[in-house]
Structure formats: structure tokens, C-alpha cells
Nanobody
Framework: QLQASGGGLVQAGGSLRLSCASSGRIIGLKAMRWYRQAPGKEREWVASILPNGLTNYADSVKGRVTISRDIAKKTLYLQMNSLEPEDTAIFYC?????????WGQGTQVTVSS
């Protein structure tokens, strides 16, 4: 089970750090990702981190967000800076393994102008 947290209301230009904690062991990891879904839009990929630490970002957030993970704490993070109203969305964490694909419940991020 994945528990996402850290969302909230922030002014444009502000920062938030999202967390996603796994309650169980992560076996056969392929990738850890963040997605987001803005009102009226489809869910879109935001960032990924591979087991070797390689990261990748959507163009819309590149340079403003950093994905990271703490293996010992079984937690995935998303540090978001210079937030824009267009970043308003529900953010979902995703863990992709050889044995299944798992989603967190989502955490709301609202950026006011």
C-alpha cells in the first residue's frame, strides 16, 4: 500500500515536497514515478526514477522538480519549486515492479496566482 502526502495550497512561486511511503517491501522494482491529473484533463506522467538512480522529467516540470527516494524508508519524494497555477492537480505516486503496478491514493496540490 502506498500513502501519498505533502500536498496543499501554496502561492505561485512557492514550494512543496510530496512523499509516498510504502507499507510493504518493494521487490522486483522497475521504476518509481509521479503522475498528476489536473481538473478536466487526463492523468499525465511527471517524473521517474529507476533503481540505479537515473531520473527523467516531463518537459513541463523540468528544472523545477526533483524526484528522489529513500530506499531504507521505502519512500518516494517529489520536491517541487517555483510552482505555477498550471501545476494545480492531484499528484499520484506509482511503483512499477515485475510483480505488479501500484498506485497511491493521490494528494492534492493547489497553486494560487
Amino acid at each position: 500500500q502506498l500513502q501519498a502526502s505533502g500536498g496543499g495550497l501554496v502561492q505561485a512561486g512557492g514550494s512543496l515536497r510530496l512523499s509516498c511511503a510504502s507499507s510493504g517491501r518493494i521487490i522486483g522494482l522497475k521504476a518509481m514515478r509521479w503522475y498528476r491529473q489536473a481538473p478536466g484533463k487526463e492523468r499525465e506522467w511527471v517524473a521517474s526514477i529507476l533503481p540505479n538512480g537515473l531520473t527523467n522529467y516531463a518537459d513541463s516540470v523540468k528544472g523545477r522538480v526533483t524526484i528522489s527516494r529513500d530506499i531504507a524508508k521505502k519512500t518516494l519524494y517529489l520536491q517541487m519549486n517555483s510552482l505555477e497555477p498550471e501545476d494545480t492537480a492531484i499528484f499520484y505516486c506509482n511503483i512499477d515492479t515485475r510483480y505488479g503496478n501500484y498506485w497511491g491514493q493521490g494528494t492534492q496540490v493547489t497553486v494560487s496566482s
